[in-house]
């Protein structure tokens, strides 16, 4: 009788400790999940809002990156964590609209998780090489219909792979996993090298991580895929091409939970971002870097990322370029 | 702009105490991350690198080269003391260096480490500043099929770190590549032999495996066995290094320099392997051929000599092309973006009083690891001195520790510890660990850039001996599998 009414009390005591932490949340410091390595985009992206969201969350943010199989073993740590809003992950364009779109073998899918804020756009750009001669989009074109063209990437399922194909594809060739050869590197960066030192012919990737190559004359941008032009890239917008539809293939970060994610906290988060994107060191590091800063609330967020998923979706269904094995 | 006035102008850049500050800090923060076994001078570089982000430009990429440098230094005293490797790089000079420890001659192998390791710095700092141009566009020549060559080339080490018998050594190696086939498929990004457990398609963690294979089967004989090391001297590590041991290996350890220089030049291939060709170089070409593996002091000497010679030249690729050459490099280039700065062959016009200032830093940073890292032997040699029984305990805490920490994932935690029995087993029926090692890093690069050329060239293999640099391996492999062949041989001869 005494061990059942301390069970009760227990039980009741612990009842009310949960909803005074749901009153107060957070009541302890969240961990953040950063699904790749220390230095990449999606890094410096997510320690640069670290400084400002913190203040705005009042708790610590407890930064960890979780790296391996392209932001996969970093997502799956997220997905299968509590939601009670105290682990969060760093979403990016490759792992949660490109992968779920060409995997079929990917262990979550976009409902494992609730997306909380998109707050950074980073627009994609086209490269080649100077010494390749190609002076254009329709250059490129030309030379992928002569056949022997290739495109780098950062790995199979990655933004780069997708953006390869799905450009070709809008410029017109028929059949892009035919026409042009995908060659898949190890990292952003060898995916650069591989065009620099001839491996492959083009690359389209995020503009900050061509900024470099093209202010050093390394590499020529030959389009980018935003609507407004892109500051030091001397290329056409998508749009001045004619190709609208581009515009969907832009990379992102943003910040998610696990799917049972309470709607007061993911409310929070929307506050906490809209506090967060005001800070003036934040804006300027990031526009230096290239991204484009637009906030996006939970909902609109989640609007944004399935939209993206449904065109790569069609896209990878149309070439058969999902991924069953 | 003169030579002169880019260095005035980047003398005033540094010549401030924070900057040489930041440098000092840095290369003690490196030694130390890089002394505790887990945590590897990635792992520190990667933990300095939010620090960075308030410094002013040349301070903040200063203190992540002084952690760089620190970090694959202090690697070797781990190494050294308890036969785990700090860092990835360091795992050649456990070869030679831990024997020396147990015959009680740790602080001459702790000193060669840092002289070897402060001497390859130099000439890798040199080079930087000296050829970074002409060693770049040579970085450039180098797409998959010569990759592919080279790596092929590495493989050969195999049987320079086989020890006793060729046949383990390979069976090791097989071992080791068989492992590295884990994860997804580079080409098709489907899975492989990932038995549908989502921590399995990253790979098995290179610090886990690493870690498991060599300092929990230590830890495994203890437990077995734990008065089996008693009556072994391990006495006081009071050995000094000397002059005349330096002059014996000046040659090896500039050889091992030059190694470096070449492999850290070209993106993609890490200071690992450096360490190892350097090794395997300095046993075929020394007098006491014998006595490598046995504890030769020569061979610390080239395996320092090679992973130090790598760190100033990775950043040979990085300065002139704009691209990182290794993990450690692409956290670097994280600190130049996130100042706005674009590393590459503008940066040198544009920016020249921080590329001049880096380059006087560099210097320093030379100077200033000779004495962090003479002060941390004086530490850290007493680590001899601890009772295996306390030690050993210690060790394994540590090592849990530092393998979470890389990814923050426990999984690897538990590679760790399968990886270890897997080495227990190997330390008992005499298989060498090493050949293991160099098969498991230098296995998916070989695939990898097999597979490149061949979708590269549609599948012709004619494109793996194209050009010179690849006839250049293709031949050195050659001569070395004919070499190896024909002492086998004769050995095979002899003992009949």
């Known amino acids: 009788m005494k061990i059942n009414k301390f069970g009760v009390a227990f039980t009741l005591s612990a009842l009310l400790g949960a909803t005074a932490a749901w009153a107060e949340y957070p009541e302890r410091a969240v961990n953040m999940v950063i699904p790749y390595g220390a230095g990449g985009a999606t890094d410096i992206s997510a320690r640069t809002i670290a400084e400002p969201l913190g203040d705005a969350v009042g708790k610590p ?116 996993l035919e026409a042009a050869t995908h060659i898949p590197q190890k990292g952003g960066g060898a995916a650069a090298t591989a065009v620099l030192n001839g491996t492959a012919t083009f690359l389209c990737t995020n503009s900050s991580a061509l900024a470099s190559f093209v202010a050093n004359g390394q590499l020529k941008p030959l389009m980018v895929t935003t609507p407004e032009p892109v500051v030091g890239f001397d290329a056409p917008t998508a749009n001045e091409l004619g190709k609208e539809r581009l515009n969907q293939l832009v990379g992102w970060t943003g910040i998610a939970g696990p799917d049972d994610l309470p709607d007061d906290v993911a409310a929070k988060w929307g506050e906490w971002m809209a506090t967060a994107t005001q800070d003036p060191k934040f804006n300027e590091t990031m526009s230096a870097r290239g991204s484009v800063i637009q906030l996006m609330d939970p909902e609109e967020a989640n609007a944004f990322i399935i939209g993206q998923y449904n065109i790569f979706r069609a896209l990878v269904d149309e070439l058969g370029m999902r991924i069953e094995g | 702009m003169s030579l002169w006035d880019s260095l005035m102008a980047g003398l005033s850049l540094v010549a401030t105490f924070e900057a ?110 000296l050829f970074a141009g002409w060693l770049a566009s040579f970085a450039l020549s180098f797409g998959p099929p010569e990759f592919f060559a080279l790596i092929l080339f590495s493989l050969t080490i195999i049987a320079g770190v086989s020890g006793e018998s060729l046949l383990r050594g390979f069976l090791s190696a097989l071992l080791g590549l068989l492992l590295a ?188 690891l000779f004495f962090v890292g003479s002060v941390a032997i004086k530490g850290f040699r007493f680590v001899a001195d601890i009772p295996k029984r306390i030690l050993m305990p210690a060790v394994l805490v540590l090592c849990i520790y530092g393998v979470f920490a890389v990814n923050n994932n426990i999984f690897d935690v538990g590679v760790m510890f399968v990886m270890g029995w897997v080495g227990y087993i190997m330390l008992r029926y005499r298989v060498p660990a090493a050949p293991f090692l160099i098969a498991f890093i230098l296995g998916p690069l070989l695939e990898d850039n097999f597979r490149q050329s061949m979708l590269m060239s549609g599948s012709d293999p004619t494109i793996l001996l194209r050009g010179p640099i690849t006839w250049f391996f293709w031949t050195l492999t050659v001569v070395t599998i004919v070499a190896i062949v024909r002492s086998v041989v004769r050995k095979a001869r002899s003992a009949v």
């Open chain 1, 61 to 176: 943010l407890i930064m960890a990156n979780v790296t391996g199989a392209g932001g996969a073993t970093g997502s799956v740590a997220v997905q299968n964590a509590k939601g009670d809003g105290y682990t969060m992950l760093f979403a990016r364009v490759g792992s949660h609209s490109v992968n779920p779109a060409m995997k079929a073998t990917l262990p979550y899918t976009l409902d494992d998780f609730r997306f909380v804020t998109v707050y950074e756009i980073n627009p994609v750009a086209c490269a080649v090489t100077p010494a390749s001669g190609i002076n254009s989009m329709d250059d490129l074109i030309a030379k992928v219909n002569e056949g022997g063209v290739s495109y780098s990437s950062s790995g199979v399922g990655s933004l780069l792979h997708l953006a390869g194909a799905m450009v070709l594809k809008e410029f017109g060739v028929e059949n892009p």
């Open chain 2, 181 to 368: 086939t884990v994860g997804l498929d580079l080409v098709y990004g489907t899975n492989r032999f990932t038995f549908g457990d989502p921590n399995m398609m990253g790979g098995l963690n290179f610090i886990a495996v690493l870690i498991g294979l060599f300092a929990i089967p230590e830890i495994i004989s203890m437990a077995w066995n734990p008065v089996a090391h008693l009556g072994k001297a391990r006495a006081l590590g009071q050995t000094k290094v000397t002059f005349a041991d330096y002059r014996r290996s000046f040659r090896s350890i500039i050889r091992g320099s030059v190694i470096g220089v070449f492999l850290g030049s070209i993106p993609g291939i890490g200071a690992a392997p450096s360490a190892f060709l350097s090794y395997s170089e300095a046993r075929r070409k020394s007098p006491n051929k014998e006595n490598f593996g046995k504890g030769e002091i020569e061979g610390v000497a080239a395996s320092e000599a090679g992973n130090n010679g790598v760190a100033g030249a990775t950043l040979i690729p990085l300065l002139a092309l704009g691209v990182p050459g290794d993990v450690i490099t692409a956290i670097i280039i994280g600190a130049f973006m996130i100042h706005g700065l674009q590393p590459g062959p503008m940066m040198f016009i544009l920016n020249v009083d921080i590329i001049y200032g880096l380059f006087i830093g560099l210097i320093v940073s030379s100077v200033f």
């Open chain 2, 20 to 129: 040489f500050f930041a440098l000092f800090a840095g290369i003690c923060i490196g030694v130390v991350g890089g002394a505790i076994p887990g945590l590897s001078a990635t792992m520190a570089v990667a933990l300095t690198l939010p620090f960075t982000f308030s410094l002013q430009p040349i301070t903040g990429i200063l203190l992540l080269l002084g952690v760089y440098k620190g970090g694959i230094f202090g690697g070797s005293i781990p190494a050294i003391l308890i036969k785990t490797p700090g860092t990835p790089a360091s795992s050649a000079t456990i070869l030679d260096g831990h024997p020396m420890a147990e015959r009680g001659e740790a602080g001459r192998a702790l000193g060669m480490a840092l002289w070897a390791s402060c001497t390859a710095d130099l000439v890798s700092n040199l080079s930087l500043i």
